[in-house]
């Protein structure tokens, strides 16, 4: 069974920027479509970021449109997620995750986090302001 192993996660100021980081130790990535979900203190796990294996598509969550950029390098076997002009409202425990379930060609039929069937651990990103 596949197994992702995320991290980049740090401490930093409002506005500087970090790099999160996926991979799946041992075996190529697989799956139809791999995410980035993040969880804010006492709140729910949400959608940030998604791309589809099949054809590149993307999506983001509202909140991070513009400032964050999600990508995969399949030589590098890796998941990224560039976050740019970091907000403290940013502030989660982030998780990359990978599902083999197909609900089409569009990404954002894979925003719910029910659909994914594999989890990395969660790396911690905190912005101070």
Known sequence: QMQL???????????????????????????VAQGWFRQPPGKEREFVAGILWSNFDTAYADSVKGRFTISRDSQKNKLYLEMNSLKPEDTAVYYCASTTQNFGSEMRNYRASNLYDTWGQGTQVTVYA
């Not at 980049?8 to 500087?16: F, P, R, S, Y």
């Open 5 to 31: 192993v995320d991290s980049g996660g740090g401490l930093v100021q409002a506005g500087d920027s970090l790099r999160l980081s996926c991979t799946s130790p041992g075996r190529s990535f697989s799956g």
